[in-house]
């Protein structure tokens, strides 16, 4: 693991992000009852902040073990492809070190990855390892903060609510240059919100990312034939 100047910058907005985020799932553990401790370690282990926002949703609803189990396997499965996409990466690493380094994919650490494989010839495995291990340690710091903090402070959970948006808003406007995306995200909006109403435990949002993803691969492939077929 190689953590330089460049690994910085590039996690930072990731940092920023995590850090407000991981104290909104900190306070909302603590909710739950569970102890700081035990949300660090959920953290590092589980290091999925869908998953650990659904599971503290769901333990609030009295869900059984077993939905909860299923519900963030089904959730997470999009690590997988994740992790299937940077192995051309680090497929000269070892077994236990892509085993590492899979464990600290998320959304957000593989795309910032996947963008410097692509357009940095100097990046390597090792840079990427830490610009995904470092995050993963701002996130389990800022839950346990949050999750010791809110035992004293008893902040208001909708907080949680407006942060959420603003992140997910902020990662978006980057990509309103791209017309595709700019309509999937709009179309994942409005889905989700009326999905809301018919699907249980937060899992429409992912329901509804699913299916425009679908659509917008399908949109950017014909797109792509076509102008293949024009010139």
């Known amino acids: 693991m190689h953590f330089n100047k460049k690994v910085i910058q590039r996690a930072m907005p990731i940092y920023i992000g995590y850090l407000f985020l991981g104290l909104a799932c900190g306070i909302l553990g603590q909710q739950a009852h569970i102890a700081p401790i035990e949300a660090f370690i959920m ?41 299937t996409a940077m192995y051309p990466h680090i497929k000269n690493c070892s077994l236990p070190y892509s085993v590492i380094f899979a464990q600290n994919i998320t959304d957000e650490t593989f795309a910032v990855n996947l963008d410097s ?9 090792h840079q990427g390892l830490a610009l995904g291990f470092s995050p993963c340690l701002v996130w389990a710091s800022a ?51 009326l999905l809301s109403f018919v699907v249980p435990f937060k899992l429409h949002i992912v329901l509804a990312t699913l299916i425009v993803s679908v659509i917008a691969c399908w949109l950017e ?10 010139s």
């Open 43 to 83: 953290s590092i282990l589980a290091y999925s902040g869908s998953g650990q926002f659904i599971c503290i949703a769901m333990l609030l609803d009295n869900a059984s073990l077993f939905s909860i189990l299923v519900t963030n396997f089904m959730v997470s499965l999009r690590y997988m492809f994740f992790s």
């Open 117 to 125: 494989f692509n357009k940095d010839k100097d990046w390597d495995p």
């Open 143 to 193: 839950n346990f903060i949050g999750c010791t903090a809110a035992a004293w402070l008893n902040p208001p959970t909708e907080l949680v609510s407006y942060i959420l948006v603003a992140m997910f808003l902020g990662i978006w406007s980057s990509y309103l240059h791209d017309t595709v995306l700019l309509i999937a995200g709009l179309l994942g909006g409005i889905l989700s919100v």
């Open 221 to 230: 492939v014909k797109h792509s034939k076509k102008e293949e077929a024009d």
